[in-house]
């Protein structure tokens, strides 16, 4: 077979779809798993992750008074939902506080507001917090911080993907360059 066939039959194999298949930046989970159906407090009253069915849903271990890593990730969740543009409203975030003390469903409206106004934020008893962040493997602990701070909170940094039927498909690091988590969200979206 001469370079000409070669050509047009890798052509044809790529216009078939014969490409590589999708390489996801988080860790794909082997078998999705059903989120936890637990209820926490929102804002708008009781919510749980069931009920963003229907739309791609990354969840958050965190709290507003975290220095570093919660606004971070935040800033880039809300960028990845910019860069959707018309299809932004078929991914949600919902962040579940560590922090239930000083993390009312309010002032948690409030921290979600500075970043996107249809961001969640729930919050809860310690008991339903420990019960929702278990199958995610969610580890926080308090330690004493500084007197303008009051008590910070070290907490798992990772954040999880939920299929528009709530389960669990994907957790990604903290790291996860915003163009790599924009890339998984636009494939899911327009393939799934």
């Known amino acids: 077979m001469n370079w000409t066939k070669w050509s047009v039959l890798i052509l044809l194999c790529w216009l078939v779809g014969?490409?590589?298949t999708h390489e996801f930046a988080g860790t794909l989970l082997p078998e999705p798993?059903?989120?936890?159906?637990?209820?926490?407090?929102?804002?708008?009253?009781?919510?749980g992750l069931h009920d963003f069915a229907g739309q791609y849903t990354f969840v958050y271990f965190g709290y507003r008074?975290?220095?570093d890593v919660c606004p971070v990730t935040m800033g880039k969740l809300k960028q990845v939902k910019a860069d959707l543009g018309d299809r932004g409203d078929e991914m949600a975030v919902v962040m579940i506080t560590v922090d239930p003390e000083r993390d009312t469903p309010e002032a948690l409206?409030?921290?979600?507001?500075?970043f996107d106004d249809s961001f969640v934020g729930l919050s809860g008893d310690q008991e339903a917090i420990d019960?929702?962040?278990?199958?995610?493997?969610?580890?926080?602990?308090q330690h004493e911080g500084s007197?303008?701070?009051?008590?910070?909170?070290?907490?798992?940094?990772?954040?999880?993907?939920?299929?528009?039927?709530?389960?669990v498909i994907l957790s990604y690091a903290h790291e996860t360059p915003l163009d790599d988590l924009l890339h998984d969200v636009k494939y899911l979206i327009e393939t799934q």
């Open 18 to 20: 014969c490409q590589s």
């Open 33 to 47: 798993q059903p989120a936890p159906d637990i209820v926490l407090a929102s804002v708008d009253g009781p919510m």
């Open 65 to 67: 008074f975290c220095p």
């Open 109 to 114: 409206a409030e921290y979600m507001g500075y």
């Open 131 to 141: 019960a929702i962040g278990k199958p995610f493997g969610l580890y926080y602990h």
């Open 147 to 167: 007197a303008a701070s009051g008590y910070l909170i070290d907490h798992t940094a990772r954040f999880f993907l939920l299929d528009r039927e709530g389960n």
